[in-house]
């Protein structure tokens, strides 16, 4: 199935209207992109699953056509802002799949409703506080931003940088078109507050992680430059039972980066624990 074969949908959340695409037959895995992303990001995803399964690809708060954010928001809200999808889609357990923030909240979702949670896959996450020189570049760029109106040089190649590592810059230059386009679209005064609720305001979520109960896959990018592999692993290391996982040559969007082979850790992981009922 192609990206253009799904459904669009308008969800009332607790946080705005919400944007998601769905498509596809059989037990449902939601898609929850980083930061200045869109549910585009797991184009991909959506083509190889949706044979097999329900795919519900999320265009998070305050980015693409989901609705702008005017006030921060906590994790908390979210998770329950994933509730609210399932509930208007008539699904009642979902597997999840989160990258960067949607890898964070995966976990603050699996933790808080678990009932609703299937297996979850967070890919180049963290469970822990933004470290100080990530809160003072995040809360300068985002003031920058806004002032400028949009995304301009040289903001646009850092924020790149942010994402992708040395191997995928030389080897898939598409892939760093494909971000630069996603930042041209960005609603700047909406995403301050995505990037201000999910950078300096980051909760330490280790002890809550400590909660979940059901199948956990952790997946770090070798050459991610924002979550290095040993933050990750911390994050791994605070969820029961949870798998982790490098992926060589791999930056911070694993999924955009490298489709296939994360189409085949996905699968593998969620045959291993198929949605019961």
């Not at 059901?214 to 994050?235: H, K």
Request: net charge negative; charged share 20%; glycine share 8%.
């Amino acid at each position: 199935m192609s990206g253009a074969a799904l459904q669009d949908r308008y969800v009332q959340s607790c946080l705005g209207g919400l944007h998601v695409r769905v498509g596809g037959n059989g037990p449902a895995i939601l898609f929850w992109p980083s930061l200045l992303m869109t549910g585009s990001m797991w184009t991909e995803q959506a083509r190889y699953f949706a044979d097999r399964y329900t795919v519900i690809l999320v265009d998070p708060p305050g980015h693409g056509d989901s609705q702008a954010l005017h006030r921060m928001f906590r994790f908390e809200d979210c998770a329950h802002s994933i509730e609210q999808i399932l509930d208007t889609l008539g699904i009642e357990r979902a597997h999840i799949v989160g990258n960067s923030w949607g890898g964070m909240i995966g976990g603050t979702f699996a933790a808080l409703h678990p009932g609703r949670a299937g297996a979850s896959v967070l890919m180049n996450a963290t469970a822990s506080r933004a470290n100080m020189r990530q809160t003072v570049e995040f809360r300068l760029l985002t003031e920058i931003v806004r002032l400028l109106g949009r995304f301009r040089e040289p903001l646009t190649t850092r924020a790149v940088k942010a994402f992708v590592g040395p191997t995928i810059m030389r080897e898939r230059p598409q892939v760093e078109q494909a971000i630069r386009a996603e930042l041209r679209d960005l609603n700047v005064d909406s995403v301050y507050w995505a990037v201000n609720s999910v950078v300096p305001a980051r909760p330490d979520q280790r002890e809550l992680f400590g909660r979940i109960s059901t199948p956990i896959l952790v997946v770090a990018g070798r050459e991610d430059p924002t979550f290095p592999v040993a933050e990750t692993e911390l994050m791994a290391e605070a969820i029961p039972g949870a798998e982790f996982v490098i992926m060589e040559n791999t930056g911070h969007l694993a999924a955009l980066e490298r489709p296939d082979e994360v189409n085949a850790l996905i699968d593998e992981f969620l045959k291993r624990h198929p949605l019961e009922g």
